[in-house]
């Protein structure tokens, strides 16, 4: 059944697919995977990037909360991607392993350990508990907020995907 969601090669995906693989530039996976549905592909794209490229957070806090989803969802393919992408935004190899550990792990800044807390709960219950949800509302505003739910969302989303589907990992990574 993963041969259904297997990754489609760039050079077979379909024309009007053309924009995308040119802001992507080299496609992952993931991307390839899309690729097999052109209609959601395109709508998904602004979506996607309004949470990668556009978001109200910083890269440190989107990738946190990322990183927290992929471990909760047991994604090893988004993991991967984000450990590297999680250096990029400042985090530390050492931050990165404490992901795992949650927000109850020494070190982690307050708005830190919130974002941990606010991913573990989305995950569990696809809302805040209403001391998590006090205290966002004190630290972030409403636009973050939104940031927030839609970042752990769109990757609980990309880790269903991922895992059904057996992406594979990209050679070299």
């Known amino acids: ?3 259904k969601l297997s990754p489609v090669a760039p050079e ?4 009007s697919l053309d924009a995308i693989k040119t802001d992507l530039g080299t496609p992952l996976n993931i991307h390839n995977v899309f690729a ?3 209609d959601l592909f395109r709508a998904w ?4 990037n309004h949470v990668v490229r556009a978001s109200s957070l910083t890269g440190r806090q989107r990738e946190l909360l990322i990183l927290r989803n992929a471990h909760n969802t047991k994604a090893q393919y988004e993991w991967d991607h984000h450990v590297v992408r999680g250096r990029d ?6 931050e990165i392993t404490r992901v795992r550990q949650g927000p109850s792990a020494k070190d982690w800044t307050h708005d830190e350990a919130l974002l941990l807390t606010a991913a ?3 995950r569990a219950d696809q809302r ?6 006090q205290a966002l509302c004190d630290r972030f505003d409403s636009r973050q907020i939104l940031d927030i739910v839609v970042t752990v969302g769109m990757y609980m989303l990309l880790s269903t995907i991922v895992n059904s589907g057996q992406v594979p990992m990209e050679d070299g990574l």
């Open 45 to 48: 794209m602004p979506f996607r």
């Open 12 to 15: 077979d995906w379909d024309l």
């Open 120 to 122: 573990d709960e989305m």
């Open 89 to 94: 935004a400042g985090l530390t190899d050492e």
């Open 128 to 133: 805040f508990a209403h001391e998590t949800w």
């Open 1 to 3: 059944m993963a041969d």
């Open 36 to 38: 097999r549905h052109p």
